[in-house]
Structure formats: C-alpha cells, structure tokens
C-alpha cells in the first residue's frame, strides 16, 4: 500500500465531497467506492479510489436525471444564515462555500484535482478523460468565475474619518 489508509481514505472523502457538494452523499460515494475496492482486491491507490467515486458519482447524476428522487419528509430549505458549515484550514470566509456551489460539478472536480490535490493538466486529463486543452480552459474559467463572484461580492468598507 502506497500511502497510509487514513490518509488515502481522507483523500478519497475530500474528492467525493468536491463532487457531490454535499456531505452525506460524498460518505456514500466514498463507501460504496472503498467496498469496491476492497472487493476488487485493490490496488489501495489514490487513483484507483478516485476513478471508483468518480465513476459512481456519474452513475448516481445520471441514476438522478433519469428518476427524480423525493425525499420522504418534506423538503423544506433551511436560511442560509441557518447552515452550520465547519470552515477548516485557511477557507473561513463563507463567500467561497458559495461560490463553489455555483459551479458545475466537473468544475469543482477539476479544480478541487489542480488546487488541493496538486495534480497537473495531464494527470487531470486522465483521471477525467477529458482532453488536456479542455482541462487547462476549464481551470482558467473556474478561476475567473470565482474571482467575478468575489469581486461581485466584496464588502465595501466605509472610512469614518
């Protein structure tokens, strides 16, 4: 095994919640992934684990599309001011949960893979099966998109003097 098992499944978690942009379905992504794995007999690999999540991610998206899914108790949308959300690392500033809801999956995906996971545009490339050019244009667009967001939605500061 390549890397520690904590450390991979952490891995594996932090790249199925950059998918589903939801916490309970990324621990579902991630368990139904690592049961495969394990059933599989291995590799116990990051990319391995990641192309299982990602690979039944697509399959829920589509599952989803195809048959819309009600929950059983009424949906009711909790005020955004409402939502406790765990800002971990240097990501405090809520503005970026935000901004990152407002992306595309593959968005977040791609850039989740170049800026957390430090992957490069050709390693991207053959994780999503998406072509280098793609890869490098997208990551340039999702930039520029949450740099409009914040730019969008900077708190102007009043000077009392």
Known sequence: MSEPLAILLQHGYRYALSLAHHVAKAEDLLQDAWVAVIQAGGPYEKGYLFCAIRSRFYNLHKRELLVPME??????????????????????????EVALSQLRGIER??????????????????????????????????????????????VKVVSHE
């Open 71 to 96: 929950p059983l108790e009424s949906v009711v949308e909790p005020a955004h001011d409402s939502i406790n959300v765990n800002y971990e690392d240097d990501f405090e500033d809520p503005r970026l």
């Open 109 to 154: 995906e791609v850039l989740y893979l170049s800026a957390v996971e430090g992957y490069t545009a050709q390693e991207i490339t053959a994780i999503t099966g998406q072509a280098r050019g793609t890869v490098l244009s997208m990551l340039n667009r999702t930039r520029k998109k949450i740099q409009r967001y914040f730019s969008a939605n900077e």
